[in-house]
């Protein structure tokens, strides 16, 4: 069963542009079982615990502008609004694989928040939940959990502008 999950979310990520590999990983890990390098999803299908969080870490790459994606490695430095931005996505990401909710806001993580997690952006309040008005910002969502980009689109050139004035 595990397997069989940790496939079909490796294949719905691999649908929207990123890469997964399985691999035999040895040594310590951020999450047992998964790593990033290279900007890529590494899995050992026979160690990871929780195939969810496969969805949560492929939240942080599609967060990470494409140029930048190459040169993630291992456990990423991310910002608190990051990581909440990660989980909005993760969760818009499991509904529309097929998969419930509670796949990712599993009881091993998020201190045992999960399930609390999971009713919050079910519920739609406040703006959607954790993140997700970071996700509008991004221009990947108007209609959340609806994404209108799976990854975070390039700026343009009008809004690097902006921002730099700004």
């Known amino acids: 069963m595990k397997r069989e999950l940790l496939h079909r ?14 691999q035999s990983l040895n040594g310590t890990t ?5 790593t990033i390098g290279n900007g890529e999803l590494v899995v050992d299908p026979d160690k990871i615990l929780w195939p969810g969080d496969l969805l949560h870490e492929a ?49 091993g993580g998020y201190r045992n928040g999960g399930s609390q997690l999971a009713a919050q952006y079910a519920s739609g309040l406040p703006p959607g939940g954790p993140g997700v008005p970071i996700l509008q910002w991004y ?28």
């Open 139 to 166: 221009g990947m969502t108007t209609a959340f959990p609806r994404m209108t980009h799976w990854l975070r689109p390039e700026p343009s050139a009008s809004a690097t502008a902006d921002e730099a004035a700004a």
């Open 30 to 34: 951020f999450l047992p079982g998964l």
């Open 59 to 107: 939240g942080h790459l599609a967060l990470t502008p494409a140029a930048d994606r190459p040169a993630l490695n291992g456990k990423l430095t991310v910002t608190p609004a990051e990581e909440m931005a990660a989980m909005a996505w993760s969760y818009a990401a499991a509904l529309d694989a097929g998969v419930g909710a509670e796949v990712v806001f599993h009881e």
């Open 9 to 22: 979310l490796s294949d719905w990520i691999r649908g929207i542009g990123l890469t997964v590999r399985e």
